[in-house]
Structure formats: C-alpha cells, structure tokens
C-alpha cells in the first residue's frame, strides 16, 4: 500500500486543518491507519489512530481537538485538526500496517506500521 499525505498548510492559532491519507494499492479497510508528526530534533510522535469506528486511538494532547476519520469509498483516511496551537506545528506523517495501533505499551508507535506516506507540513502561527 502506497500513501499520499496532504492538507497541510499554515494557519493562524486557534484555525482548523483536515490531513488527508490517501491509499493505492490496497484498500485501507481493516487497517490501522496512523497520524504521527515531527518536529526537527525530536522523535516521531504517534498522535492519533482509527481501525474501526470502535476503535480510536488519540494521545492526550490533541484529544478533544482532533479527529481521525475514514471514507472507504475514497480509500483516504482524514485527521480534522481544531483548535491548533503553535505547539502543533510539525511534519505530519500517515502511516499503515497491520490491524492494531499500538505497541505493548499501549503507545502509538512507529514499530507497529510498515508503509509511509510523505510528510506534510503543518504550521501554526501566533
């Protein structure tokens, strides 16, 4: 499965984005589909994952802000970004693997996903 990440973009705080994912290849379906993001000198950070409807993964610090979403249809999983912060600024990566989201730590980790969509830039000004 190949991934197109895209909706980037700068933004005034408090503004809103939607990242899209967009899947060839393979269907998306059933998958666990990542958001991570990164910013220069620091880990990649597993922010949010979908499997299921039932089964959503946020990390503390976006939950309530954002929300992870899949259309089928369009094979294309999206991250609605509200209520951005200066400190949400980062390259926003999406990623897939098997069917789960998290490590045995229960962390949205990059070990659990094995193809990668481009980065997309996301910035927040003050």
């Known amino acids: 499965v190949q991934l197109q990440a895209s909706g980037g973009g700068l933004v005034q705080a408090g503004g809103s984005l939607r990242l899209s994912c967009a899947a060839s290849g393979g269907a998306l379906d059933y998958r666990a589909v990542g958001w991570f993001r990164q910013t220069p000198g620091k880990e990649r950070e597993g922010i949010s994952c979908i499997v299921s409807l039932d089964d959503l993964y946020y990390v503390d610090s976006v939950k309530g802000r954002f929300a992870i979403s899949r259309d089928s249809a369009k094979n294309t999983v999206y991250l609605q970004m509200n209520n951005l912060q200066p400190e949400d600024t980062a390259l926003y990566y999406c990623?897939?693997?098997?069917?789960?989201?998290?490590?045995?730590?229960?962390?949205?980790?990059?070990?659990?996903?094995?193809?990668w969509g481009q980065g997309t830039l996301v910035t927040v000004s003050s």
């Open positions: 990623a897939t693997g098997g069917n789960y989201c998290t490590d045995r730590s229960d962390i949205i980790s990059t070990s659990v996903f094995n193809s």
